[in-house]
């Protein structure tokens, strides 16, 4: 009898220094496509257009799940610096027209969607456990007063990243599970990098992914 096929996930961040420790500590030779057993790995490169040229690419119905890990900004300093979300909505929330001093997403336009949502659920304690919370997807991060509190007149978001959305919407065209777990590195405010925890949020991030990877396996 064939031994059944085990299922396969696709990892998919944008930088190649968000999950340095995760290559170090799986011997993982340093690629931008990476083909492992149960897991592949995407090093997309920054931004919504990086994101989805290498899904393009990559993506395809082999797999059952695509994991998007990064770190984001948050909007809410409740949520506390270098802990991680499971991002469950995102939001190309800059895609639309200017109508005077209005915003008109696409949905607004009649053009399609602008927001998506992971319908992905899990009994694993490593998932279940983190906040659910909901994005942006931004081409130029936020760090101004003024269009911050816009922003937040308009989407009731916890978090911004530059690719999440971008991933969701392909893994709706293709309908394979999404799950987006993020590390917040900073808040989103007048640009303070004096404040930013980037490298404790790549180490607990890369600590959660090692530790959810041996699991699974």
Same mark, same amino acid.
């Not at 949502?117 to 659910?132: D, R």
């Not at 009731?156 to 917040?184: D, K």
């Given at each position: +009898?064939?031994?059944?096929?085990?299922? @396969?996930?696709?990892? !998919?961040?944008? /930088?190649?220094?968000?999950?340095?420790?995760?290559?170090?500590?799986? @011997?993982?030779?340093?690629?931008?496509? !990476? %083909?492992?057993?149960?897991?592949? *790995?995407?090093?997309?490169?920054?931004?919504?257009?990086?994101?989805?040229?290498?899904?393009?690419?990559?993506?395809?119905?082999?797999?059952? =799940?695509?994991?998007?890990? $990064?770190?984001?900004?948050?909007?809410?300093?409740?949520?506390?610096?270098?802990?991680? *979300?499971?991002?469950?909505?995102?939001?190309?929330?800059?895609?639309?027209?200017?109508?005077?001093? #209005?915003?008109?997403?696409?949905?607004?336009?009649?053009?399609?969607?602008?927001?998506? /949502?992971?319908?992905?659920?899990?009994?694993?304690? =490593?998932?279940?456990?983190?906040?659910?919370?909901?994005?942006? /997807? !931004?081409? /130029?991060?936020?760090?101004?007063?003024?269009?911050?509190?816009?922003?937040?007149? @308009?989407?009731?978001?916890?978090?911004?990243? +530059?690719?999440?959305?971008? *991933?969701?919407?392909?893994? %709706?065209? +293709?309908?394979?599970? *999404?799950?987006?777990?993020?590390?917040? #590195?900073?808040? !989103?405010?007048?640009?303070?990098?004096?404040?930013?925890?980037? $490298?404790?949020?790549? @180490?607990?991030?890369?600590?959660?992914?090692?530790?959810?990877?041996?699991?699974?396996?």
């Amino acid at each position: +009898m064939e031994e059944p096929m085990r299922e @396969k996930t696709l990892i !998919v961040a944008a /930088t190649y220094e968000e999950l340095a420790e995760t290559f170090d500590y799986f @011997k993982w030779a340093k690629g931008n496509f !990476v %083909q492992g057993t149960l897991f592949d *790995v995407i090093i997309t490169g920054v931004g919504m257009t990086a994101t989805a040229f290498a899904l393009g690419k990559h993506l395809s119905n082999d797999y059952s =799940l695509v994991l998007n890990v $990064g770190i984001a900004g948050s909007f809410d300093k409740n949520i506390a610096l270098a802990s991680l *979300v499971n991002i469950r909505t995102d939001t190309f929330s800059e895609l639309g027209a200017e109508d005077g001093e #209005s915003f008109l997403n696409l949905e607004d336009l009649g053009f399609g969607k602008c927001s998506f /949502t992971s319908g992905f659920t899990s009994n694993i304690e =490593l998932i279940k456990k983190l906040p659910a919370v909901s994005g942006i /997807t !931004v081409n /130029t991060v936020h760090g101004n007063i003024r269009t911050i509190h816009n922003l937040l007149q @308009k989407h009731a978001v916890q978090t911004e990243s +530059m690719e999440g959305a971008a *991933v969701f919407y392909a893994c %709706q065209q +293709m309908n394979i599970p *999404v799950l987006q777990v993020r590390s917040i #590195s900073n808040y !989103v405010e007048q640009r303070n990098k004096e404040a930013w925890k980037i $490298g404790l949020a790549i @180490k607990n991030l890369n600590e959660w992914l090692i530790n959810y990877i041996n699991f699974a396996q």
